[in-house]
Structure formats: structure tokens, C-alpha cells
């Protein structure tokens, strides 16, 4: 079922986005050769509970940490580890959101540690601007296959592909809500986009194929040719004057 927000929904859901926005900012700074990414957990969820929210990944579906932290060939779903120290030249994706008086926030962004690869710069680069591609193509009476082909021609332009197997998502209370947003997709296909939808739009991009794996972890998700990969999501609510970015600070 896919729930429109009232108003009033929107302010309190502004409020969770704003506080994961700045969670990701916070986790982002971090990002330094040597630093652990179970610090930049501990960061993260310290900041969360510090704005009165509450690390809405923690125990989701039985995930132990604030964030998910996946680095270069690495996609999504990295556990923080103490063992885990950044190096110069990775590149670093953060995924994290916060649950607050009930409406939940999600947002993503790869981050360079230290100098990075003209190649892993511009995979970043194509990878953040496709969202925004994204985002613009989210309009009402648009369809959701709208924002896939968005995506996806951009990305695909460049010579890079886009995952398939995971997907972005209505966003509300509860972390993923209907309905599912592919990073692929053909125009005018798929659900219908009105005003008071709130969705996570979030591409994730690999510099080789589109395939890929699951560790033996049972989280980490990493490119089955170990090519690069780069994520970035915002949540985003459909409005009659078109989309607005929820996760800003
Ligand atoms: N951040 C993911 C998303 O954007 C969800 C993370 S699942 C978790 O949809 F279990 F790691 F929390
Ligand atoms: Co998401």
C-alpha cells in the first residue's frame, strides 16, 4: 500500500531526514586515512541521539550498527568494524537514517579518503549526479519507471551500469514502504507518482557490471567483478510544485 503524508506528517518526517542528513554529514567528515569505520558508527550514532533521534538501521532485520559502511568494490550493507581502518585512495560509502517521533528518514553518499583515483572521482561524480537525474524525473502524474530511465540512461551513457538487485523505496514509518524504485526502468511505466509520496531514491553504481554478491557475512553486498561501486540517496517528497530533497540539513 503505498501511503500518502499529510502536512503534518511531512513536518515530523522533515525533522527525521534533517537529523539523518546531518548524521551523514557528520559520518562523512569523518572520513580520514586510518579512522576505523566503527568509529565513524559511533559518530554517526551519537549524533542521532544527540538531535533525540534513534539509529533506525540498529536491529533492522538484525543489522548491528548505526550505518552501513562499504568500501570500494563494496555496495551497500558494510558492517562498521574495529578491524576496518580507512585507507588513502578509498572510496567509502555511508548509508544511515533516523527514526524520529515515529517517521523515518535514509540517505546515502560515497565519500573520497584522502586523494582517490581520477577514475573513482568521476564514478562518484556520475554516480551523485544520476540521483539527481532521479530526482528530477520524480514529478506527479509522472510514473515510477520515470525515475528508473533517469537514472539509468545517465548512468549508462557513461559507460558504467546500474545494480539491480537492490532498489530504492517509499520511505515513512517504516524505513521501506511501497512503492519499490528501481534504478532502471522504462518512461511511463510502473506506479504513479502524486504529491505526498515520500521515497528514498537511491542508485547504486558500479564501474563494471551490474552483478552482484553477498559475502559470507550474510550483509555485505560487493560487485561480483570487484569493480568500484558508489551509492547516494536522499529522501524525497513528491509535491504538486515538484520534488523537494526531505534530507537536508
Ligand atoms: N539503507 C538501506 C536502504 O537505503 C537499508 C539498510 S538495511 C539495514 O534502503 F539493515 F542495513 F539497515
Ligand atoms: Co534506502
Redesign the pocket.
Known amino acids: 500500500m503505498i501511503v500518502l503524508k499529510t502536512g503534518r506528517e511531512l513536518n515530523i518526517m522533515k525533522e527525521a531526514c534533517r537529523i539523518s542528513a546531518g548524521a551523514l554529514q557528520t559520518a562523512g567528515n569523518a572520513v580520514e586515512p586510518g579512522v576505523t569505520t566503527e568509529e565513524i558508527d559511533r559518530l554517526a550514532e551519537k549524533y542521532i541521539l544527540s538531535q533525540g533521534g534513534q539509529p533506525n538501521?540498529k536491529n533492522?532485520?538484525g543489522?548491528p550498527a548505526t550505518a552501513?559502511i562499504s568500501i570500494n568494490n563494496e555496495v551497500?550493507?558494510g558492517i562498521p568494524s574495529a578491524k576496518r581502518k580507512l585507507r588513502a585512495g578509498d572510496i567509502v560509502s555511508i548509508?544511515?537514517?533516523a527514526k524520529f517521533d515515529g517517521y523515518h528518514g535514509?540517505n546515502?553518499a560515497t565519500f573520497a579518503c584522502g586523494d582517490v583515483s581520477p577514475e573513482a572521482k568521476r564514478l562518484m561524480d556520475v554516480t551523485r549526479e544520476s540521483l539527481y537525474e532521479g530526482i528530477r524525473a520524480a514529478r506527479a502524474g509522472g510514473r515510477v519507471g520515470d525515475i528508473g530511465y533517469a537514472v539509468q540512461s545517465y548512468v549508462e551513457a557513461r559507460g558504467y551500469s546500474v545494480v539491480r538487485q537492490f532498489v530504492g523505496?517509499g520511505v515513512g514509518t517504516h524505513?521501506?514502504e511501497a512503492p519499490e524504485v528501481p534504478n532502471f526502468g522504462t518512461p511511463g511505466r510502473g506506479i504513479r507518482l502524486m504529491p505526498g509520496m515520500t521515497i528514498?531514491i537511491?542508485p547504486m553504481v558500479n564501474a563494471g557490471k551490474p552483478d552482484v554478491e553477498v559475502l559470507s557475512d550474510g550483509?555485505t553486498v560487493l560487485t561480483k567483478d570487484r569493480s568500484l561501486s558508489a551509492h547516494f540517496?536522499h529522501t524525497v517528497v513528491i509535491t504538486a510544485e515538484g520534488p523537494k530533497i526531505m534530507t537536508v540539513i
Open positions: 538501521f533492522y532485520q543489522y552501513c551497500i550493507h548509508d544511515l537514517g535514509d546515502a523505496h524505513l521501506h528514498a537511491e550483509w540517496e
